[in-house]
């Protein structure tokens, strides 16, 4: 390296962007002579695996030199993915890029042909297939032949729970599942469902009069079904976006104790989804952060308030603190937050009462699908009358079914950010550093206000020079 790396690492705090992490840095490599061109003219050098680790030289007594230590006691500092090298006259410059741009990537999806039968007819051609993965509520089926009225659900194995038709559930009636949806028409009144690893499909016996919507769960095609939000969103990036299971870190499992919450989205497949897409709409609202590590893996984080009975990562105090300074929150997290609304059982087709309605749709139903969410809301009496103006974010869409589980959350964020909270920049050791992860909890005494007694404390961004002698963090109070 001519040049020492620079990195900066963070998660994004603001009242909308929850779940969110971003890193920025480069790293300049000499060039002498030559070396590289070949590398570079030859080769496709985008999105490479880059490594750095670190460790001290050891002093040789005997030699009296200092001797590079055994690669076995370097000490990871980043590693992800290195973007196009940019060659200049005697070096060349990579832009350093965290486990997370594995995302960028958009997940392939099936396109209709237009031909005719599963194929889809000629409305749809070109057209992406829909995908269903979890529980969902009242979706649109993507309508694939206007003729014998063919509706596509998801690119996978899905059940239907139930149809309804302009949210009447009794008009249509199930008459069962076959092998082949075009072997026989079904009965007037009733409909048909062909599912398997190719895709789900229904077929009404009659035209309908009215919109029609289905709750549904979708499964994947290699047969696995989890139920909760965080464990689906682990199988799609492994199956859907088809990204290296060696960048699932080993810290997330396949069924999650984390946030052992259900539910589910649905893409209709009008636009395309990358893995950063579908990772931000299934994290939404649900105070986790997927957080790249130090060894280039992925890990799902809660971004909480830290629990007193926590035991934290490292101890900070006077004696480690090179430097300390107060940094800025986002105005929409100061002031505290007075209310905080958070979505369930998304409904993906709002349907207001009026003539879209089947006139024997039930109330309660009418009410489900008059509005895009549901909502489980926390809210303090306090907050609101002890500040003269204190934030009120919107209602956060989430991907979960259940009101339970969106009330928890909408607590958790409350306990967060429902009372005053402070950033530092604090700087330490290199050596102390690379034991401290993203998401760590850590325990800080200092000099500054508030902090003159123990307080624990959740890092959220670290910017490393190599230059330098120390690590600021910034960490949230």
Not at 100 to 113: A, I
Not at 300 to 307: G, N, V
Not at 442 to 468: F, H, K, Y
Request: hydrophobic residues 40%; glycine residues 10%.
């Amino acid at each position: 390296m001519t040049d020492a790396f620079a990195l900066d690492r963070g998660l994004t705090l603001t009242a909308d962007a929850m779940g969110v992490s971003h890193t920025a840095g480069s790293v300049t490599l000499a060039n002498p002579g030559g070396a590289l061109d070949s590398i570079l003219t030859t080769r496709i050098n985008d999105h490479l695996p880059v490594r750095i680790s670190t460790t001290a030289k050891q002093w040789d007594g005997v030699r009296r030199i200092w001797c590079d230590p055994p690669g076995s006691s370097l000490r990871p500092v980043i590693a992800g993915l290195g973007k196009s090298w940019r060659p200049d006259r005697t070096s060349v410059e990579i832009d350093l890029l965290d486990a997370t741009y594995w995302l960028d990537g958009t997940m392939p999806v099936s396109v209709y042909g237009g031909t005719g039968r599963l194929d889809g007819d000629s409305n749809v051609a070109g057209k992406s297939m829909p995908r269903m993965r979890g529980s969902v509520c009242n979706v649109t089926p993507v309508l694939i032949d206007s003729v014998n009225y063919v509706y596509q659900i998801s690119d996978g194995p899905a059940s239907v729970s139930m149809l309804y038709e302009g949210g009447y559930p009794g008009g249509i009636t199930f008459a069962g599942t076959v092998a082949d949806i075009y072997a026989d028409s079904p009965a007037p009144g009733t409909y048909t469902v062909q599912s398997g690893t190719a895709g789900t499909w229904l077929r009404l016996g009659t035209k309908p009069v009215y919109g029609i919507t289905v709750d549904a769960v979708g499964t994947f095609r290699s047969g696995a079904a989890p139920a909760n939000v965080l464990d689906i969103l682990r199988q799609m990036l492994l199956e859907d976006l088809v990204m290296p299971a060696e960048y699932i870190d080993a810290g997330w499992p396949a069924t999650s104790s984390l946030a052992p919450w259900a539910g589910g989205w649905y893409w209709d497949g009008s636009d395309s989804v990358t893995g950063q897409q579908a990772a931000t709409t299934l994290l939404s609202g649900l105070c986790i952060t997927l957080v790249p590590t130090r060894t280039g893996t992925l890990l799902p984080i809660l971004l909480t308030a830290p629990d007193p009975s926590e035991i934290p990562v490292a101890e900070l105090n006077a004696d480690l603190i090179t430097d300390i300074s107060a940094a800025t929150l986002d105005s929409s997290l100061d002031p505290p937050t007075w209310r905080w609304r958070i979505g369930w059982q998304h409904n993906f087709t709002v349907q207001a009462t009026g003539s879209g309605l089947h006139p024997q749709a039930p109330a309660d139903r009418q009410a489900i699908v008059a509005v895009a969410d549901r909502t489980a809301v926390w809210w303090s009496a306090q907050i609101k009358s002890h500040w003269r103006v204190p934030n009120d974010p919107a209602l956060i869409t989430t991907a979960l079914a259940c009101q339970a589980d969106a009330a928890l959350v909408a607590q958790r964020h409350g306990a967060l950010w429902g009372t005053q909270r402070r950033l530092w920049a604090v700087a330490v050791p290199q050596d102390l550093a690379w034991g401290i992860e993203l998401g760590s909890v850590v325990g800080i005494t200092a000099p500054a206000a508030g902090l003159t007694g123990r307080q624990l404390a959740r890092v959220v961004s670290e910017q490393i020079r190599a230059t330098d002698q120390f690590v600021t963090f910034q960490i949230l109070v």
